[in-house]
């Protein structure tokens, strides 16, 4: 079988991976077609890859812009030119950006015998801290290129069960499942060391404006009220010296270890920590960060903001607490005199809900689930 994969996105990449590799290891002739230009660093991209055709793009420089939104069109407009002479039997299409959508679905109408999945990564508008402007145009258009046409999927792929809750009215009647994000097997040694006379955190990824500092502050300045507080800082953003300013205004200590790629390194960091931060803005619509699955590969407990798919499996899994306005005191006392013994009880917890949702084989296993009636 003929596997063309379509992704605008380098951040999407470590997904792609696990995809290319599940369908070679299945026999199938697998061809990715990605867009050459990196969202993050806002860089062309040079180098090569097997198996990936990298399509020229328009370069943006500011993510809410028209320059955005139509590099992302040209894009979806090639990268479709390229499907055409590929003619694939299963076409599986990245989402965002919405313009995928549009052309798949024309492509489909045009080749019917192909099969079609849409994997929704991110949904926008819904997904961008734009407050109620969303609700209207051209953001309301830029949203119905999507809803529209998801119709011509056989299969719709979601990055997390929150996304088809919000999308249940425009996904009745179309085949639709979850298949969470996933991290290949990491090769590190851990050794979890605690001071029980005091608390290490952890931040990982991001530092931008999603994040909710105030609260990362209240919750710092509450816990270190009653044990100390060091906040390790792993990453890098527009917002990193106000996260650490903040912090450190509550007379809590902060190690900022800037951006680390070594598993070992981060791992040792983590096993000095008790819990790593999953805590963004109420206004956020996500259901699971790329931040929490690194803390669970690392067998670290979080303390979780995020509602919907990581609340539940916080709570179901026992691998953390869920951190609520109202509940805040609890949690700082909760969090400031957990004993060693719970700490690691947590910590196995973790490392087992990892294998079982968020591994590789677990990954692969669902991926097989979903596709194989197509």
């Given at each position: 079988?003929?596997?063309?994969?379509?992704?605008?996105?380098?951040?999407y990449?470590?997904?792609?991976?696990?995809?290319?590799?599940?369908?070679?290891?299945?026999?199938?002739?697998?061809?990715?077609?990605?867009?050459?230009?990196?969202h993050?660093?806002?860089?062309?991209?040079?180098e090569?890859?097997?198996?990936?055709?990298?399509?020229?793009?328009?370069?943006?420089?500011?993510?809410?812009?028209?320059?955005?939104?139509?590099?992302?069109?040209?894009?979806?407009?090639?990268?479709?030119?390229?499907?055409?002479?590929?003619?694939?039997?299963?076409?599986?299409?990245?989402?965002?950006?919405?313009?995928?959508?549009?052309?798949?679905?024309?492509?489909?109408?045009?080749?019917?015998?192909?099969?079609?999945?849409?994997?929704?990564?991110?949904?926008?508008p819904?997904?961008m801290?734009?407050?109620?402007?969303?609700?209207?145009?051209?953001?309301?258009?830029?949203?119905?290129?999507?809803d529209?046409?998801?119709?011509?999927?056989?299969?719709?792929?979601?990055?997390?069960?929150?996304?088809?809750?919000?999308?249940?009215?425009?996904?009745?009647?179309?085949?639709?499942?979850?298949?969470?994000?996933?991290?290949?097997?990491?090769?590190?040694?851990?050794?979890?060391?605690?001071?029980?006379?005091?608390?290490?955190?952890?931040?990982?990824?991001?530092?931008?404006?999603?994040?909710?500092?105030?609260?990362?502050?209240?919750?710092?300045?509450?816990?270190?009220?009653?044990?100390?507080?060091?906040?390790?800082?792993?990453?890098?953003?527009?917002?990193?010296?106000?996260?650490?300013?903040?912090?450190?205004?509550?007379?809590?200590?902060?190690?900022?270890?800037?951006?680390?790629?070594?598993?070992?390194?981060?791992?040792?960091?983590?096993?000095?920590?008790?819990?790593?931060?999953?805590?963004?803005?109420?206004?956020?619509?996500?259901?699971?960060?790329?931040?929490?699955?690194?803390?669970?590969?690392?067998?670290?407990?979080?303390?979780?903001?995020?509602?919907?798919?990581?609340?539940?499996i916080?709570?179901?899994?026992?691998?953390?607490?869920?951190?609520?306005?109202?509940?805040?005191?609890?949690?700082?006392?909760?969090?400031?005199?957990?004993?060693?013994?719970?700490?690691?009880?947590?910590r196995?917890?973790?490392?087992?809900?990892?294998d079982s949702?968020?591994?590789?084989?677990?990954?692969?296993?669902?991926?097989?689930?979903?596709?194989?009636?197509?």
């Open positions: 079988m003929k596997v063309v994969i379509v992704n605008c996105f380098d951040t990449e470590d997904r792609i991976d696990l995809l290319h590799d599940y369908f070679i290891d299945k026999g199938h002739d697998v061809t990715i077609i990605q867009s050459n230009f990196r993050f660093k806002k860089v062309k991209r040079t090569s890859k097997q198996d990936f055709i990298f399509v020229e793009s328009k370069p943006y420089y500011k993510n809410m812009s028209v320059a955005r939104l139509s590099s992302h069109y040209s894009y979806a407009k090639k990268a479709f030119q390229l499907v055409d002479d590929l003619q694939p039997d299963l076409l599986y299409v990245m989402v965002p950006p919405n313009s995928l959508v549009k052309f798949a679905a024309k492509y489909k109408r045009k080749h019917s015998n192909v099969k079609l999945i849409f994997d929704l990564i991110d949904l926008w819904e997904t801290p734009i407050g109620k402007i969303k609700a209207i145009p051209p953001f309301t258009f830029w949203k119905l290129m999507r529209k046409n998801l119709k011509y999927a056989d299969l719709v792929i979601t990055e997390c069960n929150l996304y088809q809750s919000i999308l249940k009215n425009v996904l009745k009647g179309i085949k639709a499942e979850t298949v969470y994000l996933a991290k290949g097997e990491v090769n590190v040694e851990s050794h979890p060391m605690f001071n029980k006379d005091e608390i290490h955190l952890c931040y990982l990824g991001s530092i931008n404006n999603i994040i909710d500092i105030p609260q990362i502050k209240r919750l710092v300045k509450l816990i270190h009220e009653i044990k100390p507080v060091t906040l390790h800082i792993i990453g890098d953003g527009e917002k990193r010296d106000d996260l650490i300013d903040e912090v450190k205004s509550t007379g809590a200590i902060v190690e900022y270890h800037g951006k680390i790629y070594d598993p070992q390194k981060k791992q040792e960091i983590f096993d000095k920590c008790q819990f790593g931060l999953n805590i963004m803005k109420d206004t956020v619509c996500v259901g699971l960060t790329m931040k929490s699955i690194d803390y669970f590969q690392a067998g670290l407990p979080i303390l979780n903001s995020i509602k919907a798919d990581t609340s539940k916080v709570e179901e899994y026992k691998i953390g607490i869920n951190v609520a306005g109202e509940n805040i005191e609890d949690i700082a006392y909760k969090v400031a005199n957990d004993n060693m013994e719970k700490l690691l009880v947590m196995e917890n973790t490392k087992k809900m990892f949702l968020f591994s590789l084989d677990a990954f692969n296993r669902k991926l097989h689930d979903v596709i194989k009636g197509l």
